[in-house]
């Protein structure tokens, strides 16, 4: 049986592996289709693209945003986006980038005041994105000996509350659902579990739908037999189609396998045919 992955990020986000690089680790897995859906930037699909055109694999070009619904972080990803729409990600997230700048500019002056010596410009050579995030900051704090691990920054200095991080402005959810449609891609709802609980997917997929989602992952790396079931359940009583991946980051999450996820991951290259416009 043949199988894909939709989500999965490179060093144009927060990821540690070039778009080229992607395709030859996919090509490694045997894997029929992948999806490069970086954070809020479509500036490593022209290399992704050109990577997969004499591949076995075929590439799916995509974008992960971060989005708000009611005061909730929310990952809305768009697959299939036309080249001559790439730009037009761009411009939709102009405002993000400048947010995400500022909570930077934030939380580094923040780490300092509270002693610890860490730069905008170490964080920044981390990552050929537009702007770098936490999970650059954790590495710095990381190799700088203020943490044992990268999971342990998260869970403690990086934690929202801790007095150092604010999460900036982000994208509306059902409006980056419109604008994800309006250029002819297919907007899928990511890992729903992770962000919302049952009572609150009742509440807001209705929204979503009429919006214009398309599907919602039913398999992710962090989902259980439950979940995956519940997802499933879901995505059948909102008509919503099925997609998957392993939300892969190489080096950054190196727990978590391309295709694969934590080792018992597998999403049917049907799931990609069913999306492909």
């Not at 930037?41 to 974008?63: H, K, Q, Y």
């Not at 909730?72 to 997230?93: A, C, N, S």
């Not at 995030?133 to 403690?156: I, M, P």
Request: with cysteine; hydrophobic share 40%.
């Amino acid at each position: 049986m043949k199988y894909c992955d939709l989500h999965c990020h490179s060093c144009y986000s927060d990821g540690t592996l070039t778009p080229a690089e992607l395709i030859r680790l996919a090509e490694k897995k045997g894997l029929g289709a992948l999806a490069l859906t970086d954070h809020n930037t479509a500036n490593g699909l022209p290399e992704f693209m050109a990577a997969g055109r004499d591949s076995t694999v075929i590439p799916v070009p995509g974008c992960e945003f971060t989005t708000d619904h009611n005061g909730r972080e929310l990952h809305i990803v768009g697959l299939f986006f036309e080249e001559r729409y790439w730009p037009e990600i761009e411009d939709y997230v102009e405002l993000a980038h400048i947010a995400k700048h500022n909570a930077n500019l934030r939380l580094m002056a923040a780490l300092q005041q509270g002693g610890y010596d860490v730069h905008y410009e170490e964080a920044a050579a981390l990552t050929d994105a537009v702007e770098f995030n936490r999970a650059h900051v954790a590495r710095l704090l990381f190799a700088k000996g203020y943490v044992s691990s990268v999971t342990e920054a998260f869970q403690t200095i990086l934690k929202e509350g801790a007095g150092y991080y604010t999460p900036p402005r982000r994208l509306p959810s059902i409006g980056t659902i419109r604008f994800i449609k309006q250029y002819g891609a297919v907007a899928v709802f990511a890992h729903p579990f992770l962000n919302m609980n049952e009572e609150e997917l009742l509440d807001f997929l209705p929204r979503a739908k009429e919006a214009g989602l398309d599907a919602m992952e039913t398999r992710y790396t962090e989902y259980n037999a439950e979940t995956t079931r519940k997802a499933e359940e879901l995505a059948a009583r909102f008509g919503l189609k099925q997609s998957g991946g392993s939300d892969f980051h190489g080096a950054a999450k190196p727990l978590i396998d391309l295709g694969t996820g934590w080792g018992g991951l597998k999403v049917p290259f049907s799931f990609y045919e069913d999306l492909k416009p």
